[in-house]
T-cell receptor, first 113, second 118 residues
Framework: GENVEQHPSTLSVQEGDSAVIKCTYS??????FPWYKQELGKGPQLIID?????GEKKDQRIAVTLNKTAKHFSLHITETQPEDSAVYFC????????????FGTGTKLQVIP | DAGVIQSPRHEVTEMGQEVTLRCKPI?????LFWYRQTMMRGLELLIY????????DSGMPEDRFSAKMPNASFSTLKIQPSEPRDSAVYFC????????????????FGAGSRLTVL
């Protein structure tokens, strides 16, 4: 089955700086890569995703890059704000059909005002 | 749509008691997942259903755990008997349809059920 590794486990940045979280996956058939943000006391929520037919996707201050050859993908948050503080999870999925969703171990991001 | 609805939000029980967690997926979604979240192990997939049928329950820790999905709008996760090490937040999530080009892969989570077993 798919194995997803995520680094770092914790990350502290100053407000306004950038944050980068990296994930690697094992199954080359994976073609859909979502990122979820979990705020305290809430369930994870999808913030951005990327499919294997593109190398980069951006949505305002967040972006995701994908390197299929190396089987890794990254989340980039620019101009971080205190409200970005949360736990972030990545996942790698073979889309279509009935596929289970396995998440990385999570990154706790703290943005220091 | 009210999203994925879980109940109870919080449960405190004593060791040995039966615990039942409930989930109502988003209407029209045909896949349902149960996850357990702890500090030590992160988000663990326990079991998932497609069209009400259990597909993979390899993540269920032991026979004390069982899950059912009697219809498309309801699922339960039961722990009997409960133990202190079962203390965690349990999430239910649902996903709709199939197909790479649709929103079918988007997993929507409920708010979770925080279980404390004393």
């Amino acid at each position: 089955g798919e194995n997803v590794e995520q680094h770092p486990s914790t990350l502290s940045v100053q407000e306004g700086d950038s944050a980068v979280i990296k994930c690697t996956y094992s199954d080359s058939a994976s073609n859909y890569f979502p990122w979820y943000k979990q705020e305290l006391g809430k369930g994870p929520q999808l913030i951005i995703d990327i499919r294997s037919n593109v190398g980069e996707k951006k949505d305002q201050r967040i972006a995701v890059t994908l390197n299929k050859t190396a089987k890794h993908f990254s989340l980039h948050i620019t101009e971080t704000q205190p409200e970005d503080s949360a736990v972030y999870f990545c996942a790698a999925i073979i889309s279509g059909g009935y596929q289970k969703v396995t998440f990385g171990t999570g990154t706790k991001l703290q943005v220091i005002p | 749509d009210a999203g994925v609805i879980q109940s109870p939000r919080h449960e405190v029980t004593e060791m040995g008691q039966e615990v039942t967690l409930r989930c109502k997926p988003i209407s029209g979604h045909n896949s349902l997942f149960w996850y357990r979240q702890t500090m030590m192990r992160g988000l663990e997939l326990l079991i998932y259903f497609n069209n009400n049928v259990p597909i993979d329950d390899s993540g269920m820790p032991e026979d004390r755990f069982s899950a059912k999905m009697p219809n498309a709008s309801f699922s339960t996760l039961k722990i009997q008997p409960s133990e202190p090490r079962d203390s965690a937040v349990y999430f239910c999530a649902s996903r709709g349809g199939q197909g790479a080009l649709s929103g079918a892969n988007v997993l929507t989570f409920g708010a979770g059920s925080r279980l404390t077993v004393l």
